[in-house]
């Protein structure tokens, strides 16, 4: 056979139409939908209606991502509102305290002066504005027994100064003693945790300035006059003593504290008749020079033992009935309450009494 007919052969019609090869396989190809519709050739009214379809997918697919991100938003709203409102409720508990703090006792004026306030306190010594380690202890204390005011001597018994001050009377008599370091700030801190600072203020005994200037002095003749237990008294009538206990007030409303609680207004019994003393004349004048945003009381001082008249012993009971027996407290007064016994102890039967002025004395 020539090679012309095995050439012929191999290209007979024996096996047309039939699949000798594998059926073909792919997936559609989207761009290729331009080309037919319906199985015919594409034109431009089939284009057109291609972009429409187009269009109107992204823009659902837009209207979905939209609706995504507002879902999202919300959500995060929701849980942030949420948060927000269980701290406000957590934050009005723990202010809740102060909040009662100031009670308004006429309806003709809004000045603090004016305003019956409740304060439940406890003394710290002065040292302990040190606004660290220990400011953070007399904090947690104040927690603790549930009080809402820490008092400071700011001026004590015997004529130091228990704060840090740039009075230039204080600087120059050196009267400055046992302060904590940062008084500014510890004031703040007392603030910023919502207690209240109270300033105590020894007014008229003082064995630091008439020693070392009579101009301030009560005297008795030519010498400084002396009570029967050696302390020194500032005089009421004059006019500089007064502006020294008028600058340690300003200062201190400078810092931040509203309240002020005065003792030792009074000068000894054999001497007072001729002087200016007594809290009524001191505070009326301290008041109209400070105006009413300061807070002037008197300190009452009481004394708590808790011991049965019959037993001798500590009781629950003999301590109730002391507090009972305290003289009733005016708007312009608080108790001073002194005790041997666990202060804690002795603040519990004071508050349940519903005493609403007191502070208790370490």
């Keep these: 056979m020539s090679k012309k007919q095995e050439k012929r052969k191999f290209y007979t019609n024996e096996h047309r139409n039939e699949h000798w090869t594998e059926e073909p396989k792919g997936r559609p190809i989207d761009f290729a939908d331009k080309y037919t519709v ?20 992204r823009k659902k697919e837009s209207r979905q991502k939209a609706i995504k991100i507002i879902v999202s938003s919300l959500v995060a709203v929701a849980l ?79 004529g130091t100064i228990g704060y840090r001050s740039s009075l230039a009377t204080i600087d120059t008599y050196g009267a400055v003693s046992d302060v904590g370091s940062d008084s500014v700030g510890s004031i703040k801190q007392l603030i910023d945790n919502d207690i209240l600072p109270v300033a105590r203020i020894c007014c008229y005994k003082d064995n630091v300035l008439p020693l070392q200037n009579r101009d301030f002095a009560v005297t008795k003749g030519k010498k400084l006059y002396t009570d029967s237990n050696g302390n020194n008294y500032l ?16 200062e201190l409303k400078g810092y931040g504290v509203q309240v002020f609680v005065l003792y030792g207004c009074d000068l000894p019994s054999d001497i007072s008749d001729k002087y200016n003393d007594g809290f009524k004349k001191l505070a009326k004048r301290l008041q109209s020079d400070l105006g009413g945003d300061v807070k002037l009381l008197k300190e009452v001082d009481v004394k708590v033992t808790g ?32 005790t041997s016994l666990d202060t804690t102890r002795v603040y519990n039967h004071v508050a349940n009494a519903g005493v609403e002025r007191f502070i208790i004395a370490q």
């Design 38 to 57: 319906d199985g015919e050739a594409g034109n431009v009214y089939n284009d057109k209606r291609r972009a429409a379809q187009h269009k109107a997918q």
């Design 80 to 158: 942030l509102f949420g948060g927000y409102t269980a701290m406000d409720v957590h934050m009005i508990r723990q202010a809740e305290p102060a909040e009662k703090l100031l009670r308004q006792n006429s309806s003709d004026s809004n000045a603090l002066s004016q305003i019956s306030i409740n304060v439940s306190s406890i003394m710290t010594e002065s040292v302990s504005l040190d606004n660290s380690t220990m400011l953070t202890s007399v904090i947690n204390d104040v927690h603790n027994f549930s009080a809402n005011s820490v008092t400071f001597d700011a001026k004590r018994e015997d």
């Design 235 to 250: 005089n009421p009538n004059n006019e500089q003593v007064y502006n020294y206990i008028l600058d340690i007030v300003r």
């Design 307 to 338: 011991r049965d008249a019959e037993s001798g012993n500590i009781t629950n009971s003999a301590i109730d009935k002391e507090i009972k027996n305290f003289d009733k407290l005016s708007d312009n007064q608080i108790y001073y309450i002194s």
